[in-house]
């Protein structure tokens, strides 16, 4: 089972890794766009509640293997 199923993520990681965006339709940018902006508006928002500020203080001072992360509703300099 384990082979089928690395198989099929490699095949859609290939998918994935040749597509460009021309070939995508029209309405699929419009979704994503509108879909982006979502996401956006609801973690500019909920960054301002109760519990969003929350999160913000117990985060602290995020850090990946990248450097440090950035969050909606935080000031960084």
């Known amino acids: 089972m384990m082979g089928a199923t ?3 993520t490699t095949e859609l990681a290939e998918f994935c890794s040749s597509l460009s965006f021309s070939d995508l339709p029209d309405s699929v940018v419009s ?3 509108r879909l982006l902006l979502d ?3 609801c973690g500019v928002a909920g960054s301002t509640t109760e519990l969003g500020r929350a999160v913000l203080k117990a985060n602290g001072s995020l850090v990946t293997a990248s450097g440090r992360a950035h ?3 935080r000031a960084h300099v």
């Open 6 to 8: 690395v198989s099929r």
């Open 31 to 33: 979704m994503a766009k």
């Open 39 to 41: 996401s956006l508006g």
């Open 71 to 73: 969050e909606i509703g």
